[in-house]
């Protein structure tokens, strides 16, 4: 009978995608450990047969007590899912500096710790797969997302780094790109915001918060179809590169890739109100003598 495969997926908390990848390798047989700052968030994948554990990815001593236990518990960790990560919707000029920090801190820099603290493991037990959870809106930078989709970018040149440099180490690294998947992404984004309403980009309000829910409009791919094909591509034994999957993915591909900058910027200016040139206010421009 074979060993049950050792799964960590980080950014477990319930209604979101990280849940439903914990549920479908429990499906597959697999030993769950299902991972969030708050333990109460992931109540019913306990109930369902996932070990859960707390874990801050943006704390080093919570990464390392969260991989010293799935490995005091499990005796390995055969397979990571870099998942956890937040949103951040609003004009670029406006986003609090700090914002970005934390954005980039729970995205990037969180998937770059949690690899390092696995790989001695992997590299040790002679293997073993990491899933990095990118997205689509790396490929394309949308307005009023601009900075989160700069942090799914940084994702893909991790992923496909981490591929190169730990293939001699029996480590397959594969970057799981979702299009639009019916989450909590949309409330999550709601709750970060950032928009001043009587600023200067006062006349793209309705854009800007039409933004924070546009990956969850009728017709998003649910969660778990979504999730049920990507651990399916992940337990592969060569799995792909890249994996992409879920509503708007195919077109986005499509767009980023074979049409140039300024159709791009034409049909992005249109979806999110920007085709005009804002005139200038009262006492602003160029003074001339």
């Not at 956890?84 to 004009?91: E, F, Q, W, Y």
């Not at 934390?102 to 493991?121: D, R, W």
């Not at 309000?205 to 999730?227: H, W, Y």
């Amino acid at each position: 009978m074979a060993v049950p495969k050792v799964v960590l997926v980080t950014g477990s908390s319930e209604g979101g995608i990280g849940a439903g990848l914990c549920e479908a390798f429990l499906k597959q047989g697999c030993r769950v450990f299902a991972s969030a700052r708050r333990l109460e968030s992931m109540k019913g994948l306990e109930k369902q047969g996932c070990d859960l554990v707390q874990l801050d990815v943006c704390d080093e001593a919570s990464i390392k007590k969260c991989v010293e236990s799935v490995v005091a518990k499990a005796g390995r960790i055969d397979i990571l899912v870099n998942n956890a990560g937040v949103g951040l919707i609003g004009p670029l000029m406006d986003l609090p500096i700090d914002s970005v920090r934390n954005l980039f801190e729970t995205n990037v820099y969180g998937v770059i710790a949690m690899s390092q603290a696995v790989f001695p493991v992997m590299a040790k037990q002679g293997g073993g797969t990491i899933a990095n959870i990118g997205s689509i809106a790396g490929w394309l930078t949308t307005p009023w997302g601009a900075a989160y989709c700069a942090s799914k970018a940084a994702i893909q040149s991790l992923t496909d780094g981490m591929r190169m440099e730990m293939k001699p180490f029996g480590i397959d690294v594969v970057l799981i790109q979702p299009g639009a998947i019916k989450s909590n992404l949309g409330k999550n984004n709601a709750e970060r915001l950032y928009f001043e309403e009587e600023g200067r980009y006062k006349p793209f309000g309705d854009a800007i918060r039409a933004r924070v829910a546009f990956s969850q409009q009728p017709g998003a791919t649910p969660t778990d179809e979504f999730a049920e094909k990507a651990v399916a591509t992940i337990l592969k034994t060569s799995p792909p590169a890249h994996w992409f999957y879920g509503k708007h993915s195919w077109t986005v591909y499509i767009l980023s890739n074979f049409f140039p900058i300024w159709i791009q910027d034409w049909m992005l200016g249109r979806q999110f109100n920007l085709s005009a040139k804002l005139p200038l206010k009262k006492g602003e421009g160029r003074k001339t003598e």
